[in-house]
């Protein structure tokens, strides 16, 4: 298209150069027209062309890059079962009864899932779209430096007739930072209204998503420290408490441990006595970073590859 409007701008320097008559400014003012429309065409905003791929995908990404963004369509979404997700059953629940008040119209929460790494918040999320997507449930994936576009995310699907989980993984954020207070304002307190077919389901490490030091509990104790150091506390903890649902997550026990273990190994098709199956799995979590659910099926797939392995040549 750009080559398209390259030419037409040298027809039109060739049309100034020569002697005009009434035919050749007719055609100039043409492709003028032409001209303006195209690159006015090229210029507006990607994520407004974007807006057909909702209607043949259920998984999304909002791509971010050089101030500008939009829309892209996830063709094979990775889509977790809740029969997989062992040892947090009361965070299955309660999760799973918010996203069925939301896709029924009713009052819902945005969630925070926060908690030890590897415990099944991601997984969670996913499960949800795995189970509701044929009832409209929507996921579009934002990072952290996507949350600046929300307005713009949520002005896109204000009209559509699913609902959207905007999901924010692995959240953490310091002070000033431009993205902490455009969620801060989505969530409660900006100008503009969150749609009601939009909620925000957000997963991180951290309780309240910013650092916190032990100074800020202190006495001021020189004229250098803040004068009131429970108000930086309360300014950290409103972004976490914007979540009317928040959900914890603790490094599960060995027993736990061991139930995924034998879940997944039995999913894979390992056949293994129990008690081997079981001491391999308490070695492997002894190297590793530590137990939870994301070790347990490293391990499965580590022991399912050696067992198929062949040799080769």
Known sequence: MIHYILEMVVLCALCMMSEKTQKQEELFIQLLEKADSLL???????????????DDYIAFRWRHQNGTGQIVPVKHPHLVDTTDLIGIDAQCK????????????????????????????????????????????????????????????TELLWERPERYLLFCDDLAFSENEPEYRELKAMLEGGISECPDNILIYATSNRRHLMPRQVCENQYPQNEE?????????????????????RLAFYRISQRTYLQIVSHYA???????????????????EASSSGRSGRVAFQFIVDLAGQLALTDFG
């Open 40 to 54: 006015t065409r090229l210029q507006m905003p990607a994520v407004q062309s974007e807006s057909a791929v909702f």
């Open 94 to 153: 309660a999760l799973d009864r918010n996203t069925r008040q939301f896709l029924q119209g009713l009052p819902a929460n945005h969630a925070l899932l926060w908690g030890d790494r590897g415990t099944g918040k991601s997984s969670l999320v996913k499960a949800m779209l795995n189970r509701y997507a044929d009832d409209g449930l929507r996921l579009i994936s934002i990072s952290k430096e996507g949350l600046i576009h929300l307005q713009e995310i």
């Open 225 to 245: 420290d803040e004068l009131y150091p429970r108000e930086a506390t309360e300014e950290k903890v409103s972004l976490s408490d914007r979540f009317g649902l």
């Open 266 to 284: 039995q999913k894979h098709g390992i056949s293994m006595p129990t008690e081997e199956l079981h001491r391999a799995a308490l070695e492997w």
